[in-house]
């Protein structure tokens, strides 16, 4: 069945360094991809996400490349701040499906 | 704009008692609604998801129920509940209509459930 791999966590940065989450997939159709992030005692908010091979999802520093080929979908942002410490979940959505499948998360934590 | 809200925030519970969480949307109708479950440490699990009113489909069998009495309304309910039953519930909506797979899901806060 389709599934999501994602780094395990805690990541610890300190701020202004350099994030990377790396997050894989399995699908058998060609699925949309999704960030989402979860701030401390909160719902999720979508972060960004792509629904086609090759394309880039961007929002708020934060960027994701949808890599058919690896099939992978890493989150990156150049310079993080103590207010991107969150939990970060990896999903996807297959045509024809109204379920989105979450990878385990992984959690950011960012130092001044 | 769209709202989405979740009532209670947090519940304690103990085993063998009934649950009703409610979840409402606002700012659009006829959305299609969805529960999930978080367990501790954990990504989250679609339990339920419903298109319209009165039409509710299971994705996991558990001792959970859907109900959708109202069109923008949607309960995750329990007869009895059980220890496992613990996690924290999110409700989420998304725009309706034929199902595209690169419909982005809305969540709402979440109810945050201890079952004792």
């Known amino acids: 069945g389709d599934s999501v791999t994602q780094m395990e966590g805690p990541v610890t940065l300190s701020e202004e360094a350099f994030l990377t989450i790396n997050c894989t997939y399995t699908a058998t159709g060609y699925p949309s991809l999704f960030w989402y992030v979860q701030y401390p005692g909160e719902g999720l908010q979508l972060l960004l996400k792509?629904?086609?091979?090759?394309d880039k999802g961007s929002n708020k520093g934060f960027e994701a490349t949808y890599r058919k080929e690896t099939t992978s979908f890493h989150l990156e942002k150049g310079s993080v701040q103590v207010s991107d410490s969150a939990v970060y979940f990896c999903a996807l959505s297959e045509p024809s499906s109204y379920k989105l499948i979450f990878g385990s998360g992984t959690r950011l934590l960012v130092r001044p | 704009s769209q709202t989405i809200h979740q009532w209670p925030a947090t519940l304690v519970q103990p085993v063998g008692s009934p649950l009703s969480l409610e979840c409402t949307v606002e700012?659009?109708?006829?959305?299609?609604l969805y529960w999930y479950r978080q367990a501790a440490g954990r990504g989250l699990q679609l339990l339920f998801y419903?298109?319209?009113?009165?039409?509710i489909s299971s994705e996991v069998p558990q001792n959970l129920s859907a109900s959708r009495p109202q069109d923008r309304q949607f309960i995750l309910s329990s007869k009895k509940l059980l220890l496992s039953d613990s996690g924290f519930y999110l409700c989420?909506?998304?725009?309706?209509?034929?199902?595209?797979?690169?419909?982005?899901?809305?969540f709402g806060p979440g109810t945050r459930l201890t079952v004792l």
């Open positions: 989420a909506w998304s725009y309706p209509g034929g199902r595209s797979h690169t419909d982005t899901q809305y």
């Open positions: 700012g659009t109708s006829n959305p299609n």
């Open positions: 419903s298109i319209g009113i009165g039409q």
């Open positions: 792509a629904t086609k091979a090759d």
